[in-house]
């Protein structure tokens, strides 16, 4: 079995400030460690489990966060940015995914550091009715290649909203409970190690009797973007394909889901050179 790693960070293990996530900020050293801790928990059960092929994509910041030299010899690292699939680079490969160290959407109550794709810009993002966040956009553009997602680690929010998203079938691994943006009720890093262990046992059995869910949509694929500030939605608006709808939205419609995802991640990288 080939497994599939997306790993971000602020759902990881005793993470719950902007400055434990942000390069150059002096508590960094502990997000890539617990960002680590949470990472190597599950690919340690995989390689327990018989699992032949790990691929870790490192998917937060600048995606240099993880270290290659602490990693099993076994494991295949994709490192740095950018990359055409972002989060989920390197994803056809694997007969499976797991997003681990995940965080809520923007505007979730209780939620460690939720934001959707940027801190500064995203208000909202909606696709074919749905508001998703990063979980489901990775997890559409997953479904679209015909790859499930078997679990979801991070914060009790995001683990609801993945659930909400994906079915009960899913299998979520809350490691915090947020208090509010920044701040949250924390479990010791033994017993989280303990909890994604047991997680990625029931996710690699629900990827072999293939009962893993795959989040399917029909097209076309409507999508928008609700962004903070108009002057974000100024910039945005020039990426083909792109309709003003008021002064902070833009929509979008698309038959392929490389190009809903391909919109998404240009809007938000253009909304966020512009200063407000
Ligand atoms: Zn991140």
Same mark, same amino acid.
């Given at each position: ?17 902007? +400055?434990? #996530?942000?390069?150059?900020? /002096? ?8 960002? $680590?801790?949470?990472?190597? @928990? =599950? ?45 989920? +680079?390197? #994803?056809?490969?694997?007969? /499976? ?8 959407? $923007?505007?979730?109550?209780? @939620? =460690? ?164």
């Amino acid at each position: 079995m080939r497994i599939f790693i997306s790993a971000d960070m602020e759902g990881a293990t005793g993470i719950v400030n902007p +400055e434990q #996530v942000r390069h150059g900020s /002096g508590e960094y050293y502990f997000g890539r460690k617990m960002q $680590a801790h949470d990472v190597m @928990a =599950v690919v340690q059960a995989c390689l327990d489990m018989g699992a032949e092929e790990i691929i870790v994509n490192d998917a937060h910041g600048r995606m240099i966060n993880l270290d290659i030299e602490s990693m099993p010899r076994s494991v295949h690292l994709i490192s740095g940015f950018p990359k055409i699939l972002e989060m989920v +680079e390197g #994803v056809e490969e694997s007969d /499976g995914v797991f997003f681990v160290a995940y965080h809520a959407m $923007a505007g979730t109550e209780k @939620a =460690v550091l939720d934001h959707t794709f940027s801190d500064s810009c995203v208000h909202d993002l909606t696709l074919n009715g749905w508001r998703i966040g990063e979980t489901g956009l990775n997890a559409f553009l997953c479904g679209a290649l015909g790859k499930p997602v078997a679990m979801v680690t991070g914060d009790v929010a995001v683990c609801l909203e993945a659930r909400s998203l994906l079915g009960e079938t899913l299998v979520t691994c809350p490691i915090k409970e947020g208090r509010g943006r920044s701040s949250a009720e924390l479990l010791h890093p033994d017993i989280t190690a303990e909890l994604l262990r047991a997680a990625t046992e029931e996710a690699l059995n629900i990827i072999d009797k293939k009962s893993a869910p795959i989040f399917r949509l029909s097209p076309p694929y409507e999508v928008s973007v609700t962004f903070n500030y108009t002057v974000q939605c100024d910039a945005a608006s020039v990426v083909p394909g792109s309709e003003r709808c008021s002064g902070r939205m833009l929509r979008s419609a698309w038959s392929d889901p490389m190009d809903v995802y391909r919109w998404v991640v240009s809007v938000v990288e253009i909304a966020s050179t512009v200063r407000w």
